[in-house]
């Protein structure tokens, strides 16, 4: 209703059918598996909505993992001997067998954190991946710290078979782990 250059702009907005407001309301909100798309669905009409939400659960996917600890007093005397985990706090994915053999389900890159409390200085504990030492991995009791723990990230195989190990026992060098703690743990955690 105005100029070219000085507009003046009216506005007819029609009512609704029966001249009442339309309403919005929510309904439920329900958790959906993580990774998956976020929803919204009316269950009500065009006029009396009624929206359910539905919200992805964070992260994209779940982590493999395993933690597995001892707490009962070992000795251990001969080399390269596996270091018995009978405790399992939680595994996803990650399993141990009766022999404290570890297993993973996926290949992939993983964080492992290790350790023992031991009674005994000059000992060696090392991560060992289908039997082998790892050396990169071995660390050694000292008598200013009994407590021996350390971490790494390795890429390992759907197929690899992990272990903690006394590297260096023997009868004149015995591993004796501590009592009435957790004396010997190994904690393992998809990366991927």
């Given at each position: 209703s105005g100029t070219t250059s000085n507009a003046v702009l009216n506005f007819v907005i029609p009512r609704g059918e029966n001249g009442t407001a339309a309403t919005v309301n929510v309904g439920t909100t329900t958790s959906l598996p993580a990774g998956?798309?976020?929803?919204?669905?009316?269950?009500?009409?065009?006029?009396?909505a009624i929206l359910n939400f539905g919200i992805p659960i964070g992260?994209?996917?779940?982590?493999d993992s395993g933690n597995f600890l001892s707490r009962t007093t070992a000795t251990y005397s001969s080399n390269n001997s596996i270091?018995?985990?009978?405790?399992?706090?939680?595994?996803?994915?990650i399993t141990i067998n009766a022999n404290s053999?570890?297993?993973?389900?996926?290949?992939?890159?993983?964080?492992?954190?290790?350790?023992?409390?031991?009674?005994?200085?000059?000992?060696?504990?090392g991560i060992y991946i289908n039997g082998i030492n790892n050396t990169n991995t071995n660390l050694e009791t000292t008598p200013n710290d009994f407590n021996t723990s350390g971490s790494?990230?390795?890429?390992?195989?759907?197929?690899?078979?992990?272990?903690l190990g006394a590297v260096n026992a023997s009868s004149?060098?015995?591993?004796?782990?501590?009592?009435?703690?957790?004396?010997?743990?190994?904690?393992?955690?998809?990366?991927?």
């Open positions: 998956s798309n976020a929803t919204v669905t009316n269950v009500g009409t065009s006029t009396n992260g994209t996917t779940s982590t270091i018995t985990l009978p405790i399992t706090l939680n595994s996803d994915g053999v570890i297993s993973i389900s996926k290949s992939g890159r993983y964080l492992i954190n290790y350790g023992i409390k031991s009674t005994t200085t000059g000992n060696v504990i790494i990230i390795l890429d390992l195989n759907s197929t690899d078979l992990i272990t004149s060098n015995p591993l004796t782990l501590q009592n009435n703690t957790i004396n010997a743990h190994i904690t393992i955690i998809s990366l991927d």
